[in-house]
């Protein structure tokens, strides 16, 4: 297949996207659905920030590798991204672990997760494949690391952040020459290698990677003939094209998608209950780092049918409003007061209730007179009467799931042991 200079090789490429992580570090926010279903930002799933940056890019094909926990996800894929049509030459597959190769595999690793659906992506003929993680929220032109794959000839290429070499030891780690042609790739290293002309920076894996198809093939392949492999894209897949092919890094500040209230790359890891809630809140910031404002590049997601936002009462201690908060669909805040909190979807409030700094998930129902900082709610949480979080330190972390930040998370069984 031939490309002219500038014609859009994303039209040429399928999107694959891993998404069946435990994410057990969000502890109880993902006892029933995998990271990639956890809900961000009023209105999206995690997930929806990979897809959508596909989407924007001209990517037309597209395929969702799932596992752990796998119904909410699956669930919402089929609600939100139902719109693809085979007779636009597009395409949208769910791909369950579902023992394609054998019966008693489930997928082993990240390469595996590819490597069992080899018949189902050539069905598809795509030349390019743009092989995504399902759990990180950022917005990034994939068409722009395509044409960097191709103009250099590599065998794949790798997303990198620039991040300070203190926080690198938590990425995979990419070694580069002065034209990002990649040497070494090591994971997690306690003296991670600086980037050229930048000592006090290095290049950390996205978890992001652009392969011609047919060579992705041969490496799975080799890669699943192998007893002794993980069957892992960062453990084993990449270092072995690094040390036996060429492996480029895409800077993500050449990709990155700004508009013009952003002026700073945007890329998080919303795995731990601090970083999620952290992210949440930010959007409430009057010029948030993240503008989900920019139609020029739109998060798309499943948009439930619902009435719009309501605040009812208006005395002086029971009025319904909302300070540097971001409000959802369906929410109705009744006589309460809210400050720097996201509310989802459907959230009801009750009257003399204030909250701060929340992040309330959606069809929560939050009882008269509670005072709620700090916290993250899961879907569908009754709140009873009276509930006070936030104030106490000890008795927080005896009723619910306190992180070191001091942010609580609340769900529907830690309720049901207090009102036992």
Excluded at 142 to 152: A, D, R, W
Excluded at 202 to 220: N, Q, W
Excluded at 266 to 289: K, M, Q, S
């Amino acid at each position: 297949m031939s490309n002219g200079v500038n014609a859009p090789l994303a039209r040429h490429a399928m999107a694959y996207v891993l998404a069946g992580g435990r994410g057990s570090r969000l502890m109880e926010l993902t006892d029933r659905r995998a990271k990639p279903a956890v809900y961000f930002g009023g209105k999206s799933r995690i997930i929806d920030f990979a897809l959508s940056n596909a989407l924007n890019s001209g990517i037309r094909r597209i395929a969702v590798a799932t596992q752990y926990k796998a119904h909410s996800l699956i669930r919402h894929l089929q609600h939100g991204w139902n719109f693809f049509r085979p007779e636009r030459n597009e395409s949208f597959d769910i791909l369950p672990a579902s023992q394609r190769v054998s019966e008693e595999m489930w997928y082993l690793g990240t390469a595996d997760a590819v490597y069992q659906n080899i018949d189902i992506i050539e069905s598809y003929d795509p030349q390019f494949i743009v092989l995504l993680a399902g759990d990180h929220i950022y917005k990034m032109d994939y068409e722009q690391m395509l044409q960097q794959h191709v103009e250099q000839g590599a065998d794949v290429t790798v997303g990198c952040l620039e991040v300070s070499r203190k926080e690198a030891s938590g990425f995979g780690v990419m070694g580069v020459d002065v034209n990002d042609v990649i040497h070494s790739f090591v994971e997690k290293p306690a003296n991670p290698p600086p980037m050229p002309g930048k000592p006090a920076m290095a290049l950390a894996s996205m978890g992001i990677y652009v392969f011609d198809t047919k060579f992705l093939f041969e490496e799975l392949r080799r890669d699943a003939a192998d007893p002794n492999s993980s069957h892992d894209f960062g453990k084993d897949i990449i270092p072995y094209i690094v040390k036996h092919g060429k492996a480029v890094a895409h800077r993500f500040d050449r990709s990155c998608i700004r508009s013009h209230a952003e002026a700073a790359s945007y890329w998080r890891d919303v795995g731990t209950v601090d970083a999620y809630w952290a992210a949440n809140i930010d959007l409430c910031d009057i010029v948030p780092e993240l503008d989900l404002y920019d139609h020029n590049w739109p998060i798309w997601t499943y948009g439930e049918i619902v009435p719009p936002a309501k605040f009812v009462h208006d005395k002086i201690g029971r009025r319904g409003e909302a300070i540097s908060s971001l409000v959802s669909g369906g929410c109705i805040i009744s006589g309460s007061t809210l400050r720097q909190t996201l509310l989802f979807t459907g959230v009801r409030v009750h009257s003399y209730s204030t909250i701060e700094q929340a992040v309330i998930l959606p069809y929560v129902d939050v009882a008269r007179s509670c005072q709620l900082t700090n916290v993250v709610i899961d879907r569908g949480v009754r709140i009873p009467e009276g509930l006070v979080v936030g104030e106490d330190p000890e008795l927080d972390a005896a009723r619910f799931r306190r992180t070191e930040a001091g942010i609580c998370l609340i769900t529907q069984p830690m309720i049901d042991r207090l009102e036992a």
